[in-house]
């Protein structure tokens, strides 16, 4: 009777050992160096006071808080809400957040603006990959968060990681990139 105990004890743990999903580590020294405010900015039309100045917060950095304010949001394809969202989702609901439509996929985003040099970007430009070799249409975007001489960071949603800021240096999107367009 303990033979068929032990048996049956070996041969549940062994079959429940192929059941377990691996679990994705990433690196621990990967530090995201741009970062919503996480103070209210007054709305583009308002005036607001810094440092006894009076400033206009432009369009594109009150968009881009509120696009970095979904870091960390796990990828759900079609998703545009906290519970997830995917690139083009992302996009979508930080813009129309501030009265900007945005039509609601990628490749239909890729057509509205106008096309800039990668050496023109700007915060607030959109960026846009094939990322397929399937398809021939473009099938992600990003929003460019941070230009510091020639490295570009944008927000964008990964359907491994989420909601996160990458840069295009990075090889994968530096070699999946295509266009970047100006809707601001």
Known sequence: MARKFIYFYLIFFV??????KKKTSYSDDRKITVAASGEIIAEPDKIYLENDLVKLPAKADIIIDSALKFSGVPYQFGGTTRNGMDCSGLLYASFLEHDVALPRSSYEMADEGKRVRLNEVMKGDLLFFK??????KINHVGLVVD???GDIKF????SSRGVIVSSLREGFWNYAFVK???VL
Request: glycine content about 14%; some cysteine.
């Open 15 to 20: 079959a429940s050992c192929g059941v377990v």
């Open 147 to 149: 230009v510091d001489g």
């Open 131 to 136: 990322t397929s070799t399937k398809g021939a």
């Open 180 to 182: 970047a367009t100006r």
């Open 155 to 158: 927000i964008h949603s990964t």
